[in-house]
């Protein structure tokens, strides 16, 4: 049954309402809900989880709608009761006013005295006049909502450059400004790489890589994923570039992207020309042919660039790059083996499960070589697209981040429910050979990682013993988690872990690749 609450013109951030939804689905009782702002776009949404009843059809875009699908009544009226008393919960040190609240923004500016940058996380259609308030103040902006208008971001980063400050996003989650991690960001060594990134997921790989590897991170520059199309014209990825090459606390410049549109990508190589120092680039899944100049080194994937940005910054020759990925193949070519022996003659299929869409792309530009085309609800070529994202057929990759997934609800990044329940249904049938993850760490991201993710791991293991579960970590010693914790509890389980989502690509393929010659 489903049961819902309106509150009318009620208004609450994206964050908050995440977390709400996060509590409400580990009650008892409780099979799903949506904790979401009525706007016609999360209908939608909603009405394809199957949680959209009259009420919330009714609704309005300033409205706040609670969807609880329970077992009984009870456990229903339990859950929507728990909601109200988490909306209405005051945060920590509100009452000694260590968490003081201001009435708004001018408020909240005159209280801080000397901060430049803000971060907004409103309903999308508020958003924009909100950052054009901010950057009339001089605060520079990182804008985490979504549902931005195309040119609302276009008028905003076009005033931002005029007065010399930055807009990262609209729906930029990630980044690293002077040492400090916004949002969904990880705990890295200052050093002297800058990053600029339209990808999040992508920057918060590269930056753990790069602080793993002994190196670190001067900036690192969000642009929000929209930034490299046609219409935007990559403005916030072309200021990052040349603040970066103005910086002198930045000796290497590293460009995380997917591709850009052709004519962005003849600005952006221009740009590139322009910079006295060494850039490394990622195009996640497109491919840069013309020399740009003499210090430009492209990549494949995530974890060549990362590492090439490192051999930069220690001053490395840059074949220590190519012997790091050389040890981790040789290291995946031994497991792969000992994996593919445990097999059963019908077990054929590999499926990713993954919270990070940069990484869904990433294993669509390694696996193909390995073992040929993925099925995904976020193909890279369109022909390979799901038909029901729910349903997995053959090879197959997920990004349970996609608005599909998330509406209404937290981020996978932050709660495990939706993946821990496609991991135990996945496992159970008889023709998947390897589950492949990712599991994201940092701030912002799950803070129990293996309370949530373990439980749903043994059972899967139970249920097929021939399984292999093969994961990358992305995050650091000093990250909230700790990665050495997060990764001996998963090996400790017979979870293959892998150090970056490139090395757990290959040796999840060689082992689907490997079984199928038995």
Known sequence: MIKTVIKRGAYFDSVSLMQV???????????????????KENKGIIKASGLLTPEVLKAGDSDLAIAV??????????????????????????????????????????????????IISVAGRFAGALAADCLEKNLNVMLFSDNVPLETEVELKKLAIGKGLLVMGPDCGTAIING???????????????????????????????????????QAIGTGSRDVKLEVGAL?????????????????????????????????????KKIKKPVAAIFLGGEIKEKIKDDF????????????????????????AR????????????????????????????????????????????????????????????????????????????????DEFTVGRPHPMIDYSLRNKMIVSEAAKPEVSVILLDVVLGYGSNMQPLDDILPPIREAFR????????????????????????????????????????????????????????
């Open 21 to 39: 939804a996060k509590k409400l689905n580990s009650l008892p009782g409780v099979l799903d809900s949506a904790v979401v702002m009525a706007t």
């Open 69 to 118: 699908k329970a077992k009984t009544p009870e456990a229903a009226a339990s859950a929507l009761k728990a909601a109200e008393e988490l909306l209405n919960k005051k945060p920590a040190g509100a009452e000694t006013g260590a968490d003081r609240k201001a009435a708004g923004l001018d408020e909240a500016v005159k209280m801080l005295g000397g901060a430049n940058l803000a």
């Open 180 to 218: 400090a991690p916004l949002a969904f960001a990880n705990s890295v060594r200052r050093g002297n790489i800058g990053i600029v990134a339209a990808s999040g997921t992508g920057l918060q790989e590269v930056s753990t890589l790069i602080s793993n590897e002994g190196a670190g991170v001067s």
């Open 236 to 272: 916030t990825l072309l200021q990052g570039l040349k603040m970066l090459a103005a910086d002198p606390a930045t000796g290497v410049i590293l460009i995380v992207s997917k591709p850009p549109h052709p004519e962005i990508l003849k600005k952006i190589t221009a740009e590139i």
């Open 297 to 320: 080194y492209p990549s494949k994937t995530l974890e060549e660039a990362a590492l090439k940005a490192v051999c930069l910054s220690k001053g490395w020759q840059m074949a220590r």
């Open 323 to 402: 012997e790091i990925i050389y040890d981790a193949n040789l290291k995946a070519e031994e497991l792969a083996r000992k994996e593919a022996a445990r097999k059963k003659s019908a077990q054929k299929h590999l499926r990713g499960l993954f919270s990070g869409g940069t990484f869904v792309s990433e294993a669509q530009v390694i696996l193909p070589e390995i073992i040929g085309p993925l099925w995904s609800n976020a193909p890279l070529d369109k022909k390979w697209k799901l038909k029901d994202s729910m349903r997995l057929t053959g090879n197959a990759v997920v990004d349970l981040g996609e």
């Open 463 to 518: 249920s097929n013993k021939g399984l292999s579960i093969v994961a990358s970590v992305t995050g650091t010693e000093t990250d909230p988690q700790t990665r050495s914790k997060v990764v001996k509890g998963l090996e400790a389980e017979g979870v293959l872990i892998m150090p970056s989502n490139a090395a757990a690509c290959r040796l999840a393929g060689r082992i689907v690749k490997i079984s199928a010659k038995k």
